[in-house]
């Protein structure tokens, strides 16, 4: 047959191959401590994005890796997800995930959850906690994690301050059901339902997160400048090991 003749049938099957191709959806990338004395962070952060795009109905898919317990392998990580297409953003959690040196190395919208005393430092990350009280490297938010308190010889007494609510009844029993061994939430839990939340709003919507609004637990998040507008500054006390909102 004239090579002419083969030419339509070539192109067709071409086309047909790439009309075929599945389109890959978009991932959101969940960085956190899932061992070690952080685990705390990473479980509560896992089941609150997994309830998260349940409620939303949402094709986003969720990929969730272990930080590695130190700054360089945090590092390694988030250079996998800038190689991955899919992957549309990073939400991070805890000391070394949210480290300037893991920043840096995010080409994607990297979202910090939680103030774990570290400064914003690169043009693409966004904080989710309050300006003034990242910017005083107080790493509050580890006093959530029980395992901090439980090592403190002064914890009862304790002040801290937190962007982070109490799960209602409501939500704490739909977190609990979402799923097999799930940890009882804390403020974490309902941070990481906000921004995930948000996160996927602006991916099913095509927006650019650090211009999209989300209202949830926490009030309104949206984002000014790298940092979460008008965000909340709970304070709260330990008590007996346990945490209660503080008095005004």
Not at 22 to 34: G, Q
Not at 49 to 65: F, I, K, T
Not at 97 to 119: D, K
Request: one cysteine or more.
């Amino acid at each position: 047959m004239p090579a002419r003749r083969w030419l339509p049938l070539m192109l067709a099957l071409a086309l047909a191959a790439c009309t075929a191709r599945p389109i890959a959806p978009d991932k959101v990338a969940l960085l956190a401590p899932f061992e070690n004395q952080y685990r705390e962070i990473g479980y509560n952060a896992l089941y609150a994005v997994r309830l998260a795009l349940d409620d939303a109905q949402s094709a986003v898919q969720l990929l969730a890796l272990d930080d590695g317990g130190s700054v360089e392998l945090a590092i390694a990580r988030v250079q996998a997800f800038n190689r991955d297409p899919a992957v549309r953003a990073i939400i991070a959690l805890g000391p070394q995930a949210t480290h300037e040196s893991v920043q840096r190395a995010s080409q994607l919208p990297f979202l910090i959850v939680g103030n774990w005393g570290n400064s914003r430092a690169a043009q693409n990350s966004l904080y989710a906690a309050n300006k003034l009280s990242t910017q005083a490297n107080s790493a509050d938010d580890l006093f959530i994690l029980e395992q901090t308190r439980a090592l403190q010889d002064d914890r009862d007494g304790r002040l801290f301050h937190s962007s982070g609510s109490p799960p209602d009844e409501d939500f704490r029993q739909r977190y609990l059901a979402s799923g097999l061994y799930v940890p009882q939430p804390n403020l974490l839990a309902t941070l990481v339902y906000d921004i995930a939340g948000l996160v996927i709003s602006a991916l099913d919507n095509d927006m650019p997160i650090s211009q999209t609004a989300h209202t949830g637990i926490n009030g309104q998040m949206r984002f000014f400048d790298g940092y979460w507008q008008d965000a909340p500054d709970n304070s709260y006390t330990v008590v007996d090991g346990e945490i209660v909102p503080s008095a005004p």
